[in-house]
């Protein structure tokens, strides 16, 4: 399996803090990519990063990609009380079918 | 541009009962999927359409699953007869190419 698997599972922090969030996987990937799912709500979209790519940024988002360990992780800086949501690494490899972890689930406070 | 729509947003049914999902994808989005999550379990997936056609139904769990997706448009999941492990959160995405897919707000699903 290329499960990804989240560490920690739950994250605590105050806003302006920066929150990292790590994700490992077992299996040789196409791609991998993450996803924040508010309470109750859909999955959105945050960042996809290739195989060939070591890190990528996308506004407070800063995704690493070590493939030689098989792991990446997500920081967000800076984070907002609106940043509190369940964040998913997702693997591919040659399929197109997604691989999730279980999540880890972040808190914000003011 | 309108993302992908799943309707109902949440279904009570009974056990034994038949339950129909619909998604529609993306405009101009050949790639759709079917995820599930059950209960404090990861999100799985189901299976994966090329327009009309089935690519890969690895993740389907039985025979009570079908799913179809006629015209290459919208698609639809029926389980038949519903059991209690069905329960959980379908989910709908659909992408352009093998890369970002686009999630739905999911239908919940309790069968009683």
């Known amino acids: 399996s290329q499960q990804g698997e989240e560490d920690p599972q739950a994250l605590s922090i105050q806003e302006g803090e920066n929150a990292t969030m790590n994700c490992s996987y077992k299996?040789?990937?196409?791609?991998l990519q993450w996803y924040r799912q508010n309470s109750g709500r859909g999955l959105v979209h945050l960042i996809l990063?290739?195989?060939?790519?070591r890190e990528k940024h996308s506004g407070r988002l800063r995704v690493t990609l070590d493939t030689s360990k098989k792991s990446s992780s997500l920081l967000i800086t800076a984070s907002r009380a609106a940043d509190t949501a369940s964040y998913f690494c997702?693997?591919?490899?040659?399929?197109?079918?997604?691989?999730f972890g279980k999540g880890t689930s972040l808190l914000v406070t003011p | 541009e309108a993302g992908v729509t799943q309707f109902p947003s949440h279904s009570v049914i009974e056990k034994g009962q038949t339950v129909t999902l619909r998604c529609d994808p993306i405009?101009?989005?050949?790639?759709l999927y079917w995820y599930r999550r059950v209960m404090g379990k990861e999100i799985k997936f189901l299976l994966h359409?090329?327009?009309?056609?089935?690519?890969?139904e690895s993740g389907m769990p039985n025979n009570r699953f079908l799913a179809e997706r006629t015209g290459g448009t919208y698609s639809t999941l029926k389980v038949q007869p519903a059991e209690l492990e069905d329960s959980g959160v379908y989910f709908c995405?659909?992408?352009?190419?093998?890369?970002?897919?686009?999630f739905g707000p999911g239908t919940r699903l309790l069968v009683l």
């Open positions: 995405a659909s992408s352009h190419y093998q890369e970002t897919q686009y």
């Open positions: 299996t040789s990937i196409n791609n």
């Open positions: 990063i290739r195989s060939n790519e």
């Open positions: 997702a693997t591919t490899g040659s399929g197109y079918a997604l691989n």
């Open positions: 405009s101009g989005h050949d790639n």
């Open positions: 359409f090329v327009k009309e056609s089935k690519q890969d």
